[in-house]
């Protein structure tokens, strides 16, 4: 169990040009979360995904963001446009199907600094 | 809607006594409960949850928390503090009916030697 990869680590971007991170779940974890972090914050909720199907999004994730999980594997979140106040971490998280605990699990995060 | 509170930004204790950090929840039915560590600059680690059946969990590295219906609390504990335990902690909340996870702001532990 190699746990949940996620790609970049970090990025430094300039204003206006799009950014996309990578999510590796566990393997067999049909559920994949995206959240955001900003310094002395608790994570917030962007959005997730049962299997290939995104089920829920936060008003957080404006028109700018958009999440993909295709064929139900790995997820990438694409940030269009990126403005200073996007600049923070990005963390992944999976969880097993319902029945098998409910921990969802969180990778090392992906920072974003928007320059 | 779900909500979690960590009323303390940070708590100190010595090392070698007892630390207790604090989170209530509001959900509007059963939930599941969580708590999780965060070391500077890296990702979240699960420490225990309560799902169902003994109010008091245990956990990882020592830790365990008691749920507490009544009062709508599941305050994380450790006998014993380390060094060690100096980080970011977070009480985390999902409802029942929804796939969601809510996290508290966070409580900065710092225990001092």
């Known amino acids: 169990d190699t746990g949940v990869s996620q790609n970049p680590r970090h990025k430094i971007t300039k204003r206006g040009q799009n950014v996309t991170f990578r999510c590796d779940p566990i393997s067999e974890h049909n559920r994949l979360y995206w959240y955001r972090q900003t310094l002395g914050q608790g994570p917030e909720f962007l959005t997730y995904f049962q299997n290939e199907a995104q089920l829920e999004k936060s008003r957080l994730l404006s028109d700018r963001f958009s999440a993909e999980r295709p064929k139900g594997s790995f997820s990438t979140l694409e940030i269009q446009r990126t403005e200073q106040g996007d600049s923070a971490m990005y963390l992944c998280?999976?969880?097993?199907?319902?029945?098998?605990?409910?921990?969802?699990?969180f990778g090392e995060g992906s920072w974003l600094t928007v320059v | 809607a779900q909500s979690v509170a960590q009323p303390e930004d940070q708590v100190n204790v010595a090392e070698g006594n007892p630390l207790t950090v604090k989170c209530t929840y509001s959900?509007?039915?059963?939930?599941?409960l969580f708590w999780y560590v965060q070391y500077p600059n890296r990702g979240l680690q699960f420490l225990l949850k309560?799902?169902?059946?003994?109010?008091l969990v245990k956990g990882s590295y020592g830790f365990e928390a008691e749920f507490n219906k009544s009062q709508t609390s599941f305050h994380l504990k450790k006998p014993s503090a380390l060094v060690s335990d100096s980080a970011l902690y977070f009480c985390a909340v999902r409802d029942r009916g929804t796939y969601k996870y809510i996290f508290g702001t966070g409580t900065r532990l710092k225990v001092l030697a």
């Open positions: 998280a999976s969880s097993p199907a319902e029945g098998f605990g409910n921990t969802i699990y």
């Open positions: 959900v509007s039915g059963n939930p599941y």
């Open positions: 309560y799902i169902t059946g003994d109010n």
